[in-house]
Nanobody, 125 residues
Framework: QLQASGGGLVQPGGSLRLSCAASGFTFDDYAIGWFREAPGKEREGVSC??????????VYADSVKGRFTISRDNAKKAVYLTMKSLKPEDTAVYYC??????????????????WGQGTLVTVSS
């Protein structure tokens, strides 16, 4: 199981750190992806990290590159999404999922991934 947390209301330009906690499976066997779903829009991939999270083991959507950072702590069975310079268009429910690193990580997650409950991020003044 995966559980996302850390969402909330933040002003434009602000920061948040989301967490994705895992249980019930061998966490470091899997890449983990973050997705988001804004009202009226399809769920989109935001970022993905490989099972080890080592050099070259992260990818980002163009819309968040340079502002979001994905990381993981396999000892704690957790993945984090640190979001800075937040914009109103970042408002969405954020989800994490198991997946396969990369390419095709979004399609793999949608087809085979194990999803957790999302956490709502609202960027508004």
């Amino acid at each position: 199981q995966l559980q996302a947390s850390g969402g909330g209301l933040v002003q434009p330009g602000g920061s948040l750190r989301l967490s994705c906690a895992a249980s019930g499976f061998t966490f470091d066997d899997y890449a983990i992806g973050w997705f988001r779903e804004a009202p009226g829009k399809e769920r989109e991939g935001v970022s993905c990290i490989s099972h080890s999270g080592g050099s070259g083991g992260t990818v980002y959507a163009d819309s968040v590159k340079g502002r979001f950072t994905i990381s993981r702590d396999n000892a704690k069975k957790a993945v984090y999404l640190t979001m800075k310079s937040l914009k109103p268009e970042d408002t969405a429910v954020y989800y994490c999922s198991t997946t396969r690193f990369y390419p095709g990580w979004e399609t793999f997650a949608r087809t085979f991934g194990s999803w957790g409950q999302g956490t709502l991020v609202t960027v508004s003044s």
